[in-house]
C-alpha cells in the first residue's frame, strides 16, 4: 500500500491486512478456565471465562462522572479477549469500588442475567433485565467448569443490620485443573460462618484475598482452610487504607503462599489447563513499559 500511486496490483496491500481484523485469542478448551483479575486500582473486577461462556465477578470503581472501570479497563479487555456477551454477571456488594463500573459494562454488552446482594431498593437493581439475589447454595456448570455460591445465606438478608461487606456473594470456581476462590469483601465474621458451615468448600488453589487485604479480614483459621498455593490482593497504588496490611500479607506468607498484587504487577492472567494445572502471568512483568521496574515482587519482600 506505501508503493508508488499507479503500481500495478498496489490494492493488494489492502487484501493483506484483512486477517488482522479477522484473528481472535483462542478459546479455552472444554474443563478449561480462564481467569483475569484486572487492575482496576482501588477496586475488584475479575473475568472468568470457559470454552462457551464468560462470567464477570465485580466491576471495579467509579473514577469521575465519565471514567469508571467499565468503560475505561472491563470493556477494552473483554473485546481485546473476544468476549461479545456475558452469561452471567455477579457484584459482591453495595460499595463504589465494586459497583462503579456496573452501569458501563451494563450498557456495553448483553448480559444474560445477573446476581448481587443489592438491596430490593437500591437504584441500580433496576439496570439489570433479569436478576437474583446471591445465596448459598446456587450453584450451575458451564463446559465442565463447576461454580457455587458458599455466602451469604438466605436468611442474612433478613438481617438489616447486617454489613454490607458481610453480605459480599462467595463465589467458588472449580475445574478440573484447578480453583479460586473469589470471597469479595466479607470479613472476620463472615470467615468464620464460612469455616462453621463449609470448611471443606473452601480449599482453593487460588484466593483472591478478602477486603483487598484489610486487617477486618483473612483471619489465621480461615487462610488455612483455604490453603492457596496463590493469594492475589487487589489493591490501589498507594491507596489511603494502606491495603494490604502488612500484618495480613504476613500471615498469607507464613503459610506459604505466593502472593501478587494488583498495584505491583498489574492484572493478574491465570489459566487452569489440561497438562500444565495452573498457569500465571502478571501483566506487569510480561509487558512492562520502558518507565516501569521488573523487579521481584514487591510484597514478597516486606
Not at 18 to 28: I, S, T, V
Not at 61 to 84: V, W
Not at 106 to 117: C, F, K, L, Y
Request: hydrophobic share 40%; with cysteine; glycine share 8%.
Amino acid at each position: 500500500m506505501l508503493l508508488p500511486r499507479g503500481f500495478p496490483l498496489r490494492w493488494l496491500g489492502a487484501a493483506a491486512l484483512a486477517p488482522m481484523f479477522l484473528l481472535l485469542p483462542a478459546l479455552p478448551l472444554a474443563g478449561e478456565l480462564r481467569v483475569a483479575v484486572l487492575d482496576v486500582g482501588q477496586g475488584m473486577a475479575i473475568v472468568a471465562q470457559t470454552a462457551r461462556h464468560a462470567l464477570l465477578y465485580d466491576t471495579g470503581p467509579r473514577y469521575s462522572e465519565e471514567a469508571d472501570s467499565g468503560n475505561r479497563i472491563i470493556l477494552p479487555y473483554l473485546r481485546g479477549a473476544g468476549i461479545a456477551r456475558l452469561d452471567g454477571l455477579i457484584v459482591s456488594h453495595d460499595d463504589n469500588d465494586h459497583t462503579g463500573g456496573m452501569l458501563s459494562v451494563v450498557g456495553g454488552v448483553p448480559v444474560a442475567w445477573a446476581a448481587s446482594s443489592l438491596p430490593d431498593s437500591h437504584p441500580l437493581r433496576t439496570a439489570f433485565a433479569h436478576h437474583v439475589p446471591c445465596y448459598a447454595g446456587q450453584a450451575w456448570n458451564w463446559d465442565g467448569v463447576h461454580f457455587e455460591m458458599l455466602h451469604p445465606s438466605l436468611e442474612s438478608y433478613a438481617l438489616t443490620k447486617l454489613k454490607d461487606n458481610d453480605r459480599s456473594c462467595v463465589l467458588k470456581i472449580s475445574s478440573a485443573y484447578g480453583s479460586l476462590l473469589l470471597p469479595g469483601d466479607i470479613e472476620r465474621t463472615s470467615e468464620a460462618e464460612l469455616l462453621e458451615r463449609t470448611p471443606e468448600a473452601l480449599a482453593s488453589d487460588l484466593l483472591v484475598a478478602p477486603h483487598h487485604g484489610s486487617k477486618t479480614s483473612s483471619t489465621v483459621p480461615f487462610i488455612a482452610a483455604v490453603h492457596p498455593a496463590v493469594t492475589v490482593f487487589t489493591a490501589g497504588y498507594r491507596n489511603r487504607f494502606g491495603h494490604p496490611k502488612a500484618e495480613v500479607v504476613q500471615r498469607y506468607l507464613d503459610l506459604g503462599s505466593r502472593l501478587y498484587r494488583s498495584d505491583v504487577d498489574g492484572a493478574l492472567l491465570v489459566e487452569f489447563t489440561a497438562g500444565q494445572g495452573m498457569t500465571l502471568r502478571a501483566w506487569r512483568q510480561a509487558q512492562p513499559r520502558y518507565w516501569q521496574e521488573t523487579k521481584g515482587k514487591a510484597v514478597e519482600n516486606e
